[in-house]
T-cell receptor, first 112, second 113 residues
Framework: GDSVTQMEGPVTLSEEAFLTINCTYT??????LFWYVQYPGEGLQLLLK?????DKGSNKGFEATYRKETTSFHLEKGSVQVSDSAVYFC???????????FGTGTRLQVTL | NAGVTQTPKFRVLKTGQSMTLLCAQD?????MYWYRQDPGMGLRLIHY???????AKGEVPDGYNVSRLKKQNFLLGLESAAPSQTSVYFC????????????FGPGTRLTVL
């Protein structure tokens, strides 16, 4: 079946550090890939998405590139802020349904 | 627009009690979903609906029932709550199509004693 594997957290960084959160996937066909973010006490929000190989999704300084050859969709940001502290979920949709398959989430803590 | 709302926000049940969680969306979305979120396990799909009057099982449907009598509402029922159902429950909705964003509600924290 479809699955998403994320690096375990928590990831602790100082403000302005470079961020990478790894995500790899297994899926049939050509999935669409997503990063969702969950701020403390809130529901998930879509951060960015990519729908085909080599697409780059970007939003709020975050980027991720759909790499079909390595089945990866790593999240990056050049300079994190304290306000980026949250849990980040990688997810995919495969086949004809709209059902998301989530990774386990990676908690990011950014300190001053 | 309120987006996706969930009622209640918190609830404590005793084992064997029943309850219904309500999800409402005002975006005219066709698809609606119920997830549970547990530490170290991410979000897992319980049930989903692709339209009014239709429901389908997700990854972890046992112990839950759902109904979608109106397009804007999706109800999740626990007939006989168990401690294993202690979790945070999220509802989401989306347009038709796999590339479309799912919009999430704020969650319901349920504790079963």
């Amino acid at each position: 079946g479809d699955s998403v594997t994320q690096m375990e957290g928590p990831v602790t960084l100082s403000e302005e550090a470079f961020l990478t959160i790894n995500c790899t996937y297994t899926a049939t066909g050509y999935p669409s890939l997503f990063w969702y973010v969950q701020y403390p006490g809130e529901g998930l929000q879509l951060l960015l998405k990519a729908t085909k190989a080599d697409d780059k999704g970007s939003n709020k300084g975050f980027e991720a590139t759909y790499r079909k050859e390595t089945t990866s969709f790593h999240l990056e940001k050049g300079s994190v802020q304290v306000s980026d502290s949250a849990v980040y979920f990688c997810a995919l949709v495969a086949g004809t349904a709209s059902k998301l398959t989530f990774g386990t989430g990676t908690r990011l803590q950014v300190t001053l | 627009n309120a987006g996706v709302t969930q009622t209640p926000k918190f609830r404590v049940l005793k084992t064997g009690q029943s309850m219904t969680l309500l999800c409402a969306q005002d975006m005219n979305h066709e698809y609606m979903y119920w997830y549970r979120q547990d530490p170290g396990m991410g979000l897992r799909l319980i049930h989903y609906s692709v339209g009014e009057g239709t429901t389908a099982k997700g990854e972890v449907p046992d112990g839950y029932n759902v109904s979608r009598l109106k397009k804007q509402n999706f109800l999740l029922g626990l007939e006989s709550a168990a401690p294993s159902q202690t979790s945070v429950y999220f509802c989401a909705s989306s347009w038709i199509g796999k590339i479309n964003e799912q919009f999430f509600g704020p969650g319901t924290r349920l504790t079963v004693l």
